[in-house]
Antibody
């Protein structure tokens, strides 16, 4: 059974940093692109970032480019999202998803507030 | 950038009646490989999104056959033949032809 479990969310002050993790199981993680998608409270889904299976290519939405870094450890079957220079409008539930968005995690809430 | 526009944004439906959601893209979603990467998702209240339809019209495993997808080019539709109570939620289209962009979402509720 495919499982994606996000962790690392929490309350952080504006300008702060946070690292999210997504632990994957039930499939060959190292062969799939992976995504991060976010959803602000009461709002819609927004694609954030993606990484190729071997880590050789990364893509970011303009809204996070230069502030967020996606990475992965295929030996640990884990996807990461390093978030720096956080702003209030980064407040959202962050989901990881498989390459074709056929599997999603339960999400982890990031709140940016002073 | 590809912009995805859904309509309506709110859809009150009577149980047992059909429902239809439109999704339009700002440019053709036909990829150079010939595939149209347009997908549909359901997000029930308090839950993670769930993919219902991939590549325009292919139903995911376990998705009831009352859900169907159609369309081509820039114009796509999700139809629910007879709405049931469990269909309440927000529905999103997603294009994956040129990077990835979600539509704004359509909230389906029971009248």
């Amino acid at each position: 059974e495919v499982q994606l479990v996000e962790s690392g969310g929490g309350l952080v002050q504006p300008g702060g940093s946070l690292r999210l993790s997504c632990a994957a199981s039930g499939f060959t993680f190292s062969t799939y692109w992976m995504h991060w998608v976010r959803q602000a409270p009461g709002k819609g889904l927004v694609w954030v970032s993606a990484m190729k299976s071997d880590g050789s290519r990364t893509i970011y939405a303009d809204s996070v480019k230069g502030r967020f870094t996606i990475s992965r450890d295929n030996a640990k079957n884990t996807l990461y999202l390093q978030m720096n220079s956080l702003r209030a409008d980064d407040t959202a539930v962050y989901y990881c998803a498989t390459d074709r968005f056929d599997y999603w995690g339960q999400g982890t809430l990031v709140t940016v507030s002073s | 950038d590809v912009v995805m526009t859904q309509s309506p944004l709110s859809l009150p439906v009577t149980l047992g009646q059909p429902a239809s959601i439109s999704c339009r893209s700002s440019q053709s979603l036909v990829h150079s490989d010939g595939t149209t990467y347009l997908h549909w998702f359901q997000q029930r209240p308090g839950q993670s999104p769930r993919r219902l339809i991939y590549e325009v019209s292919n139903r995911d495993s376990g998705v009831p056959d009352r859900f169907s997808g159609s369309g081509s080019g820039t114009d796509f539709t999700l139809k629910i033949s007879r709405v049931e109570a469990e269909d309440v939620g927000v529905y999103y289209c997603l294009q994956g032809t040129q990077l990835w962009t979600f539509g704004q979402g359509t909230k389906v509720e029971i009248k």
